[in-house]
DNA sequence: AAACAGGAACCAC
DNA sequence: GTGGTTCCTGTT
């Protein structure tokens, strides 16, 4: 990888494995927006970043940033240093993996924040990608910190202090109805430390999913995103039902159950079955598996 | 306008 | 521990 620093931005060039659509619109993450000119423009670790790739020619252009950051933030943040190629040729042995690989080519997982994770996949529960990301939005506008890029405002996610002053009734403003007090709950057990997340993500991962779930509307697929996504536990296999199809689909053509589901992608796929998994979900999206 | 979509809690058994 | 029902908001 070579890095140019120009106006208000960075140039990356011979980058491999990246595909800003591919990324953002994996199912992983819920405030980037996508821009006029194929851009996404999001917010993370308390820093607005505009984001534009080319995967063919391995350019990626970030906007709003500066060296520093980029290295203290957003290297780790995209998990630059991880070898995709390698994951890419182990997974597609399998035929199948092959062609959802194909098809979702430049996805990377991110390294995104436990604490705006849990109360996301909160929400996530039993509701669409839309709503998760209006909700999601809402609590950051309405109790988040502001900042400024391009002359619009963008809020950072609030921190658990923040969501237990606005109370119940000031979370369900943010309209995601029953798991409102979900919310209130996981924030009550962070900010008492009753719930330490640092410490769950130095778990090992059946420890780290027992713990989680002992917050309320935490359960299994909530629990697996969480950690695959904030915690580096890449053998995590979060079955929603998208996942649940494709696997079913390709894997097994009968009536499965959620834990056979579970015991065949760590048999199958290992410490890497939630990379397996992004690219089966993306891929069952694509094709509408039903 | 009724049917459907989407995970966890809760309560029987 | 398994199975069925309910929760909330929104779209088709």
Redesign the pocket.
């Known amino acids: 990888m070579e890095i140019t620093e120009v106006e208000n931005g960075l140039i990356l060039e011979y980058v491999e494995d990246f595909e800003a659509r591919h990324i953002f619109e994996c199912g992983q993450c819920f405030r980037w927006k996508k821009e006029q000119d194929g851009s996404y423009t999001g917010i993370a670790y308390g820093r607005v970043l505009n984001v534009k790739s080319d995967y063919e020619n391995g350019i990626v252009l970030l906007g709003n940033t500066n060296l520093k950051d980029f290295w203290s933030i957003w290297f780790d943040y995209f998990d630059l240093g991880r070898n995709y190629g390698a994951i890419k040729e182990a997974l597609s042995e399998d035929p199948v993996l092959g062609m959802a690989i194909s098809h979702g080519k430049g996805i990377r997982i991110l390294k995104q924040e436990p604490w705006e994770l849990l109360i996301s ?2 929400i ?5 990608i ?2 998760i990301s ?1 909700s999601v939005g809402l609590l950051s506008e309405m109790y988040g910190k502001q900042i400024h890029y391009r002359g619009e405002a963008y809020y950072a996610f609030p921190d658990p202090v923040k969501l237990l002053e606005a109370g119940i009734d000031g979370i ?1 403003l943010c ?8 919310i209130y709950q996981a924030a009550k057990m962070v900010e008492a430390g009753e719930i330490r997340l640092q410490e769950i993500a130095s778990m090992d991962i059946d420890n780290a999913r027992t713990t989680l ?1 002992k ?11 969480i950690m695959l996504f904030s915690m580096q536990k890449y053998g995590a296999y979060p079955v ?3 996942v ?1 199809r494709v696997t079913k689909h390709f894997f097994f053509d009968r009536d499965v ?1 959620m ?1 056979e589901i579970q015991r065949f992608a760590e048999e199958k796929f290992g410490d890497m079955a939630g990379f397996a998994q992004e690219y089966l979900f993306y891929f069952a999206r694509d094709l509408n598996c ?1």
């Open positions: 996949y909160i996530s529960a039993n509701n669409s839309p709503m209006r369900s309209r995601a109805g029953f798991r409102c007090k979900y779930m917050i309320p509307g935490v359960g299994p697929k909530v629990a697996d995103c929603d039902v998208w649940k159950k834990k039903k």
